[in-house]
DNA sequence: TCCTTGACCATTA
DNA sequence: ATAATGGCCAAGG
């Protein structure tokens, strides 16, 4: 049996729910899942959970760039993934005030007119 | 058991 | 703008 660790559970849960078009920062997934200033924790558990088909893409440094070195594979693959929802690099970045599930929330609890 | 490393972050200089 | 520091937790040597 290999042993599961809650605090990973919980980190893959808060990441399952991110939207579609909808990226986030590593530390703020840790935060949603009670885990505030753990956000290695998050990148530890993303790079072991691939057999769990989680939106990794979804999540990012909280400066908007990608975890990766630019140019390598899995840069790539996760501005493709992006793009295929609508979300676009520019200088590097993901804008957060634009694509970011925060925005989401707000538009929740605040009930938007428009 | 101790030490190092890591898909990180906020603060400070 | 970059760089150092301390904080977190888990895995592996």
Request: glycine content about 8%.
């Amino acid at each position: 049996m290999k042993s599961v660790h809650p605090n990973h559970l919980a980190i893959r849960r808060i990441i399952a729910k991110i939207p579609r078009g909808r990226v986030t920062s590593y530390g703020d997934v840790a935060a949603r899942a009670g885990l505030p200033r753990c956000a290695r924790l998050v990148g530890r558990v993303l790079a072991t959970s691939s057999e769990y088909k989680l939106p990794w893409h979804r999540v990012l440094r909280a400066d908007g760039r990608l975890p990766f070195a630019p140019g390598s594979a899995e840069f790539v693959e996760q501005q493709q993934r992006l793009a295929e929802e609508g979300v676009l690099l520019s200088s590097g970045r993901v804008d957060f005030v634009r694509y970011g599930w925060q925005r989401n929330l707000d538009a929740e609890l605040w009930a938007p007119r428009d």
